[in-house]
Structure formats: structure tokens, C-alpha cells
T-cell receptor
Framework: GQQVMQIPQYQHVQEGEDFTTYCNSS?????IQWYKQRPGGHPVFLIQ?????EVKKQKRLTFQFGEAKKNSSLHITATQTTDVGTYFC???????????FGPGTRLSVLP | NAGVTQTPKFQVLKTGQSMTLQCAQD?????MSWYRQDPGMGLRLIHY???????DQGEVPNGYNVSRSTTEDFPLRLLSAAPSQTSVYFC?????????????FGQGTRLTVV
């Protein structure tokens, strides 16, 4: 079945440094979503990417969807302590109905 | 709007007991789903529903049942709890618009089976 992998599993950065997490699918995706989960909280939707090669920005966050629609990345510029949490990608199959979540990247930001 | 409401927030069960986790949404979403979250494994889909009266299995359905008698409610039943079902459970809902859209998650239920 479809598998979604994420690297790194953990990332510790100093406040102000950049951060990137990568997501790779074993199969071609119809679209991909990104979520953020704060410690002890629930996943919160960040963005959905649909088109091959798509790039979207939300303030300091930049999301990319690969040309082959099998990989994606999330880049945070100049991290802040409020960025702490686990970032999950979730890839949808060709019907775009069910999402398979990656294991997540846990981000720690040291002040 | 309350969004997605899950109850209870915490639960301790003995092996072999049964229980129902409740999930309700007030956004008229067609799609509802249950996930379990275990350390290092992300969220795994247990069961899902694309509308009232329609349910289907996800990646890890064994030991769980669901029903969808109304658009709003999607309860998850543990038939005979086992220690392997110790996990955090999340319910989510979303619109289906030619594919799935932004999912709204409940606050989660932390379940321990002893």
C-alpha cells in the first residue's frame, strides 16, 4: 500500500535558524496536505497542494509539491519559539479521498 | 461553531472491556474519520465514512467498529479492549469536493488499556 515517509524525525534549531522537513511518497499523489500539532494538542491544517511543482507561501512558511507529485517540503524561515511542534504531511491517493500521514518531524526551537 | 467534539478526553479500560468513543461535528461535513496516533508512527486511519449510512475500513480496522446513522455523529466502538489499543485517538471531519479537503480534528481521546 501507499507509504509516506518524512525526514528528519527530529530537528533542534536555534531561534532564528531555518528549518526544512521533507516528505516522500511511494506512489504518485493526487494532492498533499500539511498539518502542525503542538505538544499535547491536535493536528491543525496548514495547507493543501494540488498541482505539480506548486509552491505556496504563508508568511515564513514555504510549501512545495514536487514535479512528479511524489514528494513535498515545508521550509520555515527564521524559526520562532511558536513554531515548536510536530509537522505532518498527508498524501492522498488518486481518488483524493483518504490521506496517509507521514510519521512527522518534531521541531524544537531553542531561544 | 463547536467544530469537532470528542468525548471522553481520557479513559482507562481493563483488558476485555468495551467502550464507545464519541465524535460529533456541526459543520455538515460529508467525510468523517478516526485515526490512532502512536509515538513515531504518525496518524493511522482506522475507519472512515463518506456520508450517513456509509462506512469503510482504513489501514488498521481490526478490533474497532463504527457506524454513521447521522451526518453529525461517528462513534468508534472498541469491542474487547487490548493493551495494543493503548493510543491517542482522533476524530476528523472534512468536506468532499472532488476529493478531500481540509480536515478538522477533535481534541483527541487518550486511551490506556491495562
Amino acid at each position: 500500500g501507499q507509504q509516506v515517509m518524512q525526514i528528519p524525525q527530529y530537528q533542534h534549531v536555534q531561534e532564528g535558524e531555518d528549518f526544512t522537513t521533507y516528505c516522500n511518497s511511494s506512489t504518485t499523489l493526487s494532492n498533499i496536505q500539511w498539518y502542525k500539532q503542538r505538544p499535547g494538542g491536535h493536528p491543525v491544517f496548514l495547507i493543501q497542494l494540488v498541482k505539480s511543482g506548486e509552491v505556496k507561501k504563508q508568511k515564513r512558511l514555504t510549501f512545495q509539491f514536487g514535479e512528479a507529485k511524489k514528494n513535498s517540503s515545508l521550509h520555515i524561515t527564521a524559526t520562532q519559539t511558536t513554531d515548536v511542534g510536530t509537522y505532518f504531511c498527508a498524501g492522498a491517493d488518486n481518488y483524493g479521498q483518504n490521506f496517509v500521514f507521514g510519521p512527522g518531524t518534531r521541531l524544537s526551537v531553542l531561544p | 461553531n463547536a467544530g469537532v467534539t470528542q468525548t471522553p478526553k481520557f479513559q482507562v479500560l481493563k483488558t476485555g472491556q468495551s467502550m464507545t468513543l464519541q465524535c460529533a461535528q456541526d459543520m455538515n461535513h460529508e467525510y468523517m474519520s478516526w485515526y490512532r496516533q502512536d509515538p513515531g508512527m504518525g496518524l493511522r486511519l482506522i475507519h472512515y465514512s463518506v456520508g450517513a449510512g456509509i462506512t469503510d475500513q482504513g489501514e488498521v480496522p481490526n478490533g474497532y467498529n463504527v457506524s454513521r446513522s447521522t451526518t453529525e455523529d461517528f462513534p468508534l466502538r472498541l469491542l474487547s479492549a487490548a493493551p495494543s489499543q493503548t493510543s491517542v485517538y482522533f476524530c476528523a471531519s472534512s468536506y468532499l469536493r472532488g476529493g478531500n479537503t481540509e480536515a478538522f480534528f477533535g481534541q483527541g481521546t487518550r486511551l490506556t488499556v491495562v
